[in-house]
C-alpha cells in the first residue's frame, strides 16, 4: 500500500495534489487542521494535512511530459511500489505497522469511509452484532493489514475466518465447558429474572440422566413462594428430594440430610442484585467453601454495563464459570465478547429455551464465535 501525507492550504488544494499524484482511486485515511509559521505562537498559518493512500494493484496516473528513456527508468524504479506479499521485507512491514496504528487512532465513523469492500460487510456484521467499539476497531485494523498482505486471498469468507482467528486466541485463556463434577455442591446465583431456577433443573437432570448420578435440590429462595413451587415441581419430576433453608444452619443440616446423594443443586433468590445488602446476606445462608462450585446466570438479553455491575456485585463470593440465559431472545451476541473478557470468567453452558431437560448446552470457544459471526 502507498501512503503520503499532503500539507495543504485548503482541502481542494490537497486533492488536486492527490489526484495528481495517486489518482481518483485513492483513499483518504485522515485529514485534520494544523496552524505552521508564526512567531511565539502569532500569526501561524491554518492549513490542512491530508494522509492518502492507494492499493499497490492500482497503477498511479502516469506523468504528462514527456521524459528521457534514463529518466522514466530511474523515476520508475523509485517510484514503483512494493508488493505486500514480500512479507519479509523491513519496509513492508514497517508501512503496514503504520497503517495498523493509524487506523487504530481514527475513529469509527471515519474508519468505515475507507474499509475495503470485504472489511466494510465485516464492520457492518460486527456493529449489528453489538461487539465494542474498541474491540472492532482491534480486530478490523489487524484485518486490514492482512488483507494488504494476502493479495490472492481477500474474500469475505476468509477474511470473516481469520477474524474469529483473532477473537479466538484474545478468549483463548478463559475456561469454558460444563460442570467438571469435581465438586458434591452445584450452586447458582445472579439477579432475578434471568432463569435461574429453570437453568439448575436443566443442569440436574444432565446430571441425573446423562452422568446417571443421584441428585438433590437446596433452595435458599424463601423470598418468593412461587420459586419454591417451581423447583419443588422440577425436584417431583426428577424424583428428587428438596430442602428448603432460611439460615446458614438450616443449610448445614440440609446437608447433612442428602449426604448420600452424588450431587447437591442449590438455588439462590435473584433478588435486586443493585442491593449489596443481599449478596452478604447470601453469604450468611450458604457456606461457601472448596466443597461448592458456583455459577453466575445472566441473561444474553441484558445491556453489558448491567451485566458487569451484576458481577461486581456477587464477585464477593467465588464465582467458577459463567451460565448465560435467553440466547433465543437476541441476535446481538456481541456483548458476551466484552463480558468474558472484561471478568475474565469463561461460559459453562449456554441456554435458548425453557424445556427441561432440552435447550441447554455446554459453551466453547468456537461455538460462541460461531453463532456471534454467523460462521
Not at 449489528?128 to 469468507?157: C, F, M, P, T
Not at 438433590?216 to 423447583?231: E, K, P, S
Not at 470457544?365 to 454467523?374: G, R, T, V
Request: aromatic share 6%.
Amino acid at each position: 500500500m502507498r501512503m503520503k501525507k499532503y500539507i495543504a492550504p485548503t482541502m481542494q488544494d490537497a486533492m488536486k495534489r492527490i489526484r495528481s499524484e495517486l489518482g481518483n482511486e485513492a483513499v483518504i485515511l485522515n485529514s485534520k487542521v494544523i496552524h505552521t509559521g508564526g512567531f511565539l505562537g502569532l500569526f501561524m498559518k491554518k492549513k490542512i494535512e491530508v494522509i492518502a493512500a492507494l492499493d499497490p494493484d492500482v497503477p498511479a496516473p502516469s506523468t504528462k511530459k514527456k521524459e528521457s528513456s534514463k529518466v522514466q527508468v530511474e523515476k520508475k524504479q523509485k517510484e514503483q511500489p512494493i508488493k505486500p506479499k514480500v512479507t519479509t521485507d523491513q519496509n513492508v512491514a514497517k508501512e503496514l505497522q503504520e497503517l495498523k496504528g493509524m487506523v487504530q487512532s481514527i475513529s469509527s465513523a471515519e474508519q468505515s469511509k475507507f474499509y475495503p469492500e470485504g472489511l466494510q460487510k465485516i464492520n457492518e456484521l460486527f456493529i449489528q452484532k453489538d461487539i465494542s467499539q474498541s474491540l472492532r476497531g482491534e480486530i478490523l485494523s489487524s484485518l486490514l493489514v492482512n488483507y494488504y498482505e494476502a493479495v490472492h486471498h481477500r474474500s469475505e469468507e476468509v477474511l470473516l475466518q481469520k477474524a474469529k482467528d483473532l477473537l479466538l486466541e484474545k478468549i483463548s485463556p478463559l475456561e469454558f465447558g460444563g460442570i467438571t463434577y469435581e465438586k458434591k455442591y452445584i450452586n447458582v446465583v445472579g439477579p432475578t429474572g434471568v432463569g435461574k431456577t429453570t437453568t439448575l433443573a436443566k443442569l440436574a437432570a444432565e446430571c441425573m440422566l446423562q452422568k446417571e448420578k443421584t441428585v438433590a435440590f437446596i433452595t435458599t429462595d424463601t423470598f418468593r413462594i412461587a420459586a419454591i413451587d417451581q423447583l419443588k415441581t422440577y425436584a417431583k419430576i426428577l424424583d428428587a428430594p428438596i430442602e428448603v433453608c432460611y439460615t446458614v444452619e438450616d443449610f448445614r443440616a440440609a446437608k447433612a440430610n442428602l449426604a448420600a446423594y452424588d450431587y447437591i443443586f442449590i438455588d439462590t433468590a435473584g433478588r435486586n442484585f443493585l442491593n449489596s445488602e443481599y449478596v452478604n446476606d447470601l453469604k450468611e445462608i450458604v457456606d461457601f467453601n472448596h466443597e461448592i462450585e458456583t455459577y453466575l446466570v445472566l441473561a444474553a438479553t441484558a445491556k453489558l454495563p448491567d451485566m458487569l455491575k451484576i458481577f461486581e456485585q456477587f464477585s464477593i463470593i467465588n464465582i467458577n464459570k459463567l451460565i448465560i440465559t435467553k440466547l433465543d431472545e437476541t441476535s446481538s451476541l456481541g456483548s458476551l465478547l466484552s463480558l468474558i473478557m472484561d471478568t475474565k470468567k469463561g461460559i459453562a453452558y449456554t441456554t435458548h429455551g425453557q424445556n427441561v431437560p432440552d435447550d441447554i448446552k455446554a459453551a466453547s470457544k468456537d461455538q460462541l464465535l460461531d453463532e456471534i459471526l454467523e460462521l
